[in-house]
């Protein structure tokens, strides 16, 4: 079982930056490819980007590419997103997951382990 917890969501204006940090443990985290999704009220839960086990390989959507940026530390068992040139757009609740398959995929239920969400709200 593994337990997810972000932090460093807030409150930033519109071309602010901010750093997501998503801390695990009861695991091993080496093990899992990571997810960075989101939920804005009254949507569904979206992907925002990924990246694999060894933190070679990453994705992102089409709306945040060139602007967020996933990586990890494997010896700090976290995971983090770097958002810059924030957008309006972007406020929503921010969930970090981790996939046991190691599939880097960009699908929700493929993941089987979730936190409980850092709120980022971008002001224009």
Do not use: H
């Not at 901010?18 to 999704?37: E, K, V």
């Not at 990586?71 to 924030?86: H, I, S």
């Amino acid at each position: 079982q593994v337990q997810l917890v972000e932090s460093g969501g807030g409150l930033v204006e519109a071309g602010d930056s901010l750093r997501l940090s998503c801390a695990a443990s009861g695991g091993t985290f080496r093990n899992y490819a990571m997810g960075w999704f989101r939920q804005a009220p009254g949507k569904e839960r979206e992907f925002v980007a990924c990246i694999s086990r060894s933190g070679i390989r990453t994705l992102y959507s089409d709306s945040v590419k060139g602007r967020f940026t996933i990586f990890r530390d494997n010896a700090k068992n976290m995971v983090f997103l770097r958002m810059n040139t924030l957008k309006p757009e972007d406020t929503a609740r921010y969930y970090c997951a981790a996939d046991a398959n190691g599939s880097s995929s960009v699908v929700v239920r493929e993941y089987d382990y979730w936190g409980q969400g850092t709120q980022v709200t971008v002001s224009s």
